[in-house]
């Protein structure tokens, strides 16, 4: 069965400082993807970057970076440059089979100026 | 473009009762998804549809759920006999394909009285 572990009590950051959510994961599928997902109060969830397990290169878009090592069956999110708008729930979440997604219980974070 | 849609936003409905859940994809997208996220969880996979029919529903809870996509666009996820456990945001999410993210809605959030 495929796990996604995020275990980090609800974090404080300062405004313009980077953050690093942890994620670990448990599969036996040899292809599989990872991603982050934000959702803020409001309850949407938005896509925020992706990882292929194949992928030798760590996946950047913008402010946010996947910090990929796959011998620990890791993926952590890093926020560079934190802003306001940053604070959210986060979720890291293993695709398998269809597509289908396994989440995390999330990482809380709070932007703090 | 327009994202994906769901409606109603919010509903609440007594124990015993039947209910629908809409959701309208982004257009295009063959690939839809719904998940179900109870309070302080990540969303917890509910099932798959790739066009008309439905490609994986291992993640229905039981056979009170059901879920119908006549024409490969608009899903209907219904609950039969609602109960109070069913009470939850229930999500859907859309991709173009099989593989590569997806892209969540808004959420219906049921309460069972």
């Known amino acids: 069965a495929q796990k996604i572990t995020q275990t980090q009590p609800g974090m404080f950051v300062q405004e313009k400082e980077a953050v690093t959510l942890d994620c670990t994961y448990d599969?036996?599928?040899?292809?599989?993807?990872l991603f982050w997902y934000k959702q803020p109060s409001s309850g949407e969830m938005i896509f925020l970057i992706y990882?292929?397990?194949?992928?030798?290169q760590n996946a950047t878009e913008g402010r946010y970076s996947l910090n990929f090592q796959k011998a620990r069956k890791s993926a952590n999110l890093v926020i560079s440059a934190s802003q306001l708008g940053d604070s959210a729930m986060y979720f890291c979440?293993?695709?398998?089979?269809?597509?289908?997604?396994?989440f995390g219980k999330g990482n809380q974070v709070v932007v703090i100026p | 473009g327009a994202g994906v849609s769901q409606t109603p936003s919010n509903k609440v409905t007594e124990k015993g009762k039947y209910v629908e859940l809409r959701c309208d994809p982004i257009?295009?997208?063959?690939?839809l998804y719904w998940y179900r996220q109870s309070l302080g969880q990540g969303p917890e996979f509910l099932i798959y549809?790739?066009?008309?029919?439905?490609?994986?529903d291992s993640g229905l809870p039981n056979d009170r759920f059901f879920a119908v996509r006549p024409e490969g666009s608009v899903s209907t996820l219904k609950i039969q006999r609602t109960e109070r456990g069913d009470s939850a945001v229930y999500l859907c999410?859309?991709?173009?394909?099989?593989?590569?993210?997806?892209?969540f809605g808004p959420g219906t959030r049921l309460t069972v009285t």
């Open positions: 979440a293993l695709s398998y089979g269809n597509n289908r997604l396994a």
């Open positions: 257009s295009g997208h063959t690939a």
């Open positions: 990882q292929g397990s194949y992928d030798e």
């Open positions: 999410a859309s991709s173009q394909g099989w593989l590569g993210e997806q892209y």
């Open positions: 599969t036996s599928d040899q292809s599989y993807g």
């Open positions: 549809f790739q066009g008309t029919g439905a490609a994986d």
